[in-house]
């Protein structure tokens, strides 16, 4: 092959490139429930106050303090539920780095068992398990036998950071829309802005993820106004009742 024929195939390896999704994972759950959150709270905050009659100030103090307490609460509940899975995650990897040291010939059947299962022969298994055991024995059954990989590898911080900004971001939507809007029209207008906002972050979250857009779209639209309809609905009837 010529040096012009290999520039070529190397350019046409680059340009054939793969782009995987699930790299994404990790950030793309917490940021799309991170927003959707605080959309969808904040919206529904906001119009079950503003069915209740509550004046404009009140509606937007509401919408507000929606923002920093489910942002907060979004950031410590990831923290805490992917730190929990960070603390498995750690125990299974010692624990394996103990079964590793106390009996190697065992885990190494026991990988080339898994690698048997997915096709291997049996030779060309043992061969392999010999091979990543020099290179690297506990990676090896990290990512095969408990299947802990940097893709899947929890991180709270990460997941923390990305649910509280994201929920301050989906919840400025309507706190905008009150501040805009004449009074006599906040309820319908905050109601139509979050569904709007609501597919614009489905088609978005779909798209990042690799995944149809229409259902991602149809199933928070939906759900999202459903969710406002009924929190309008106790909004109105506590005023009722009150009043």
């Not at 043992?126 to 990676?139: F, G, R």
């Not at 978005?204 to 995944?211: H, K, P, Y």
Request: with cysteine; glycine share 10%; net charge negative.
């Amino acid at each position: 092959m010529s040096l012009l024929e290999a520039t070529a195939q190397e350019r046409a390896d680059k340009a054939h490139g793969e782009s995987h999704y699930v790299t994404r994972i990790g950030w793309l759950r917490a940021a799309v429930l991170g927003a959707n959150d605080g959309l969808l709270s904040t919206s529904s905050l906001m119009v079950g106050v503003a069915a209740a009659a509550a004046g404009t100030s009140q509606i937007i103090l509401t919408g507000v303090a929606g923002i920093v307490a489910g942002a907060m609460s979004m950031a410590a509940g990831e923290y805490v539920s992917v730190s929990s899975q960070a603390d498995s995650e750690k125990a299974d990897i010692e624990r394996e780095r103990l079964e590793l040291e106390a009996n190697p010939e065992h885990e190494q059947r026991e990988l080339a068992a898994i690698y048997m299962k997915r096709g291997l022969p049996k030779a060309l298994a043992v061969e392999v398990v010999a091979a990543l055991s020099e290179h690297d024995a506990l990676e090896a059954h990290t990512r095969d036998e408990l299947g802990i990989t940097d893709t899947s590898t929890a991180n709270p911080l990460q997941a923390a950071v990305a649910s509280a900004a994201c929920f301050l971001a989906g919840g400025l939507p309507p706190v905008l829309t009150a501040l805009l809007v004449p009074a006599s029209m906040i309820l319908w207008a905050i109601a139509i802005v979050a569904v709007l906002t609501l597919g614009v972050l489905g088609a978005a979250g779909a798209r990042t993820g690799g995944a149809p857009i229409l259902p991602g779209v149809v199933r928070v639209m939906v759900w999202g106004s459903i969710a406002m309809a009924v929190t309008a609905g106790v909004g109105h009837v506590f005023h009722t009742t009150v009043g």
